[in-house]
């Protein structure tokens, strides 16, 4: 049970010990959640509580006096070293130096594991992000959504859900045959052919790069096949190739998934002749949701909330963009998830309702959640930056990767919550200095190696004893078993303390809320709070056994700012 858990039992075991003995006259069931929250000024305690304001109702009485019952009947214990009540009725609790000194020793064992709960209860959940059209490069955008869904999923596991990360290939439909058209005019201009790309197309740079690709591989191969069967080839060689482009591209940050699904797939028939369009269709059709009119097949999504039917299959047979969706999200459920989650740009908004409508109609309401996200905006010393020097389109994601790295990109694209536009500084990116969030983290991480491997070489340990040991071997010989944790009890090396302690309660928080980017304030604090701590506390000094406690204090930083950081999908570097 951690320190939360186990100081709001305390308080209901106190309120029910005031019921029970008269001090307080309401029932039992009437008590409310402790809802513990951290005081704005650390002076007054670690933990505040409500709980006597919000019982005056039911207890007829004045809050302060119901504070005073439930201080008088807290039960011995080893948790709590002070209760003191604050103005109309606050609790403010003071931890025992020791409760918060234990959490460095439960970092220290866990490690990665630290923090880990059921508190998802192992909910199978998909997550489906990024999903970019197999058509064009990837702008910024997408990294965005690479690291928001991959961190969201981080975070999720973290707290106990079962989480499945899925990339939808947009690969059936019109922009396809586009998509293959434009490359077939591309290479025959290349070729020396008088033909002019069509109104319909993707004119990008990047489309003759695949077709001069195509010729350097495979010269004039194509050249006397007709425009139909030219087509028919490059969509399907230009979409291989975009295809692992995009792999690639999410891989570089840090972003993998366990799921490519294939759109195609949706409309291939089973052993039945069934294709699962045709499943998705018939189980809406038998919930009575679906209906003919001017020969088209439609949804009755009006009856549930939307604003209007929406058309699945068109009078000349053609399916709607939507109707993928809806057999796309059929197939999911079919996959035995018990809640979906979309990633998608707030350009979507207008498109969430009548696909959670489409989720109600076959019995799953609340079942999907779609996370909206706002733009990027890039920057370059302040300056709005809309072209790529390189080609003079759109900056992509790859070009931006490039200039930053990864670490850098990531760490900046999730430092917002996603209903917020990110304004990315390329410039602020690239410092090396504290004005660069990533960098004073990661920095913090690395001032603690180098600390480890001083206290080492000041210890006798030679260069190359100290290379030949992982950082957590050195650690441990460092520190050994049974450092005296007693010692600390300086207010920096409390407040430490205190934010490692909250760290479970914390992640099970963002996974409920699917906001990583708290990740990014939490160990920012974290790192701050080290620096104060080493400003105000001499690490390596003459007192050993003062020293071996700020250095399993340290250590235990070290570990969570690794953790924190692994979970936003940024590296954690021993040397910078």
């Not at 759109?394 to 070009?399: K, N, P, Q, R, S």
């Not at 441990?476 to 205190?498: Q, T, V, Y």
Request: charged share 25%.
């Amino acid at each position: 049970m951690e320190i939360q858990e186990k100081l709001s039992s305390l308080i209901k075991q106190a309120f029910e010990a005031a019921i029970n003995d008269g001090s307080l006259t309401m029932d039992s069931n009437e008590i409310p959640d402790p809802a513990l929250e951290r005081p704005r000024d650390e002076s007054n305690g670690d933990w505040a509580s409500t709980v006597a304001m919000r019982s005056a109702k039911a207890a007829h009485c004045a809050p302060r006096t119901i504070a005073e019952a439930i201080v008088a009947h807290i039960p011995n214990n080893e948790l709590i070293a002070s209760a003191e009540i604050a103005g109309p009725g606050f609790i403010n609790f003071k931890l025992a130096n020791d409760v918060l000194q234990n959490v460095i020793v439960k970092l220290r064992s866990e490690g990665k594991n630290f923090g880990k709960s059921d508190f998802g209860a192992g909910e199978k959940v998909d997550l489906e992000y990024v999903s970019a059209n197999p058509t064009g490069p990837m702008h910024v955008g997408h990294g965005r959504w690479a690291a928001l869904g991959s961190s969201i999923a981080n975070v999720m596991r973290h707290a106990g859900y079962e989480v499945t990360e899925e990339f939808y290939v947009n690969d059936h439909g019109v922009q396809m045959d586009v998509f293959g058209n434009s490359i077939s005019v591309r290479y025959m201009q290349l070729l020396g052919h008088d033909v002019q790309m069509p109104e319909q197309c993707y004119g990008g740079a990047y489309v003759a790069d695949i077709a001069r690709s195509i010729i350097d591989d495979e010269g004039k191969k194509y050249e006397s096949m007709t425009d139909d069967e030219r087509k028919c080839e490059f969509r399907e060689i230009g979409y291989k190739m975009m295809l692992e482009n995009q792999r690639k591209i999410c891989a570089s940050i840090g972003t993998t998934f366990d799921v490519w699904f294939s759109e195609r797939t949706l409309y291939v028939p089973d052993k039945n002749g069934k294709s699962m369009v045709d499943h998705a269709i018939a189980a809406m059709e038998s919930k009575g949701y679906i209906f003919n009119k001017d020969g088209a097949v439609w949804f009755k999504s009006s009856a549930l909330g939307d604003d209007k039917d929406r058309v699945l299959i068109k009078a000349n047979g053609e399916m709607t963009y939507f109707m993928s969706d809806v057999a796309y999200h059929f197939n999911k459920m079919q996959r035995g998830f018990t809640h979906l989650i979309n990633i998608w740009g707030a350009d979507h908004h207008g498109y969430v309702k009548r696909c959670q409508c489409m989720m109600e109609a076959w019995g799953y309401k609340d079942k999907l959640e779609v996370v909206l996200g706002q733009l990027v905006n890039l920057f370059r010393n302040g300056e709005s930056v809309r072209m790529s020097k390189r080609t003079g389109e759109m900056v992509t994601l790859e070009e931006l990767i490039e200039e930053v790295g990864p670490d850098a990109t990531r760490y900046l694209m999730l430092a917002k919550s996603s209903d917020q536009p990110i304004d990315f500084d390329i410039e602020v990116a690239k410092k090396k200095d504290s004005s660069n969030p990533v960098y004073y983290v990661q920095y913090a991480h690395a001032r603690i190696c180098s600390i480890l491997r001083k206290a080492a070489a000041e210890s006798g340990m030679t260069e190359d004893e100290i290379k030949s040991l992982s950082t957590d071997e050195l650690a441990e010989k460092l520190i050994g078993e049974n450092p005296d944790l007693s010692l600390l009890s300086h207010e920096s090396e409390l407040a430490l303390m205190r934010k490692m302690a909250d760290f479970k309660s914390f992640i099970e928080s963002a996974a409920k809320d699917r906001a990583p980017y708290r990740c990014t304030h939490y160990v920012e604090e974290l790192a701050s709070l080290f620096h104060s701590f080493y400003t105000n506390c001499k690490v390596i000094q003459d007192d050993k056994g003062l020293e071996k406690s700020r250095l399993a204090l340290c250590d235990a930083t070290r570990k969570l700012i690794a953790l924190v950081l692994g979970l936003l999908g940024v590296s954690a570097p021993e040397r910078m």
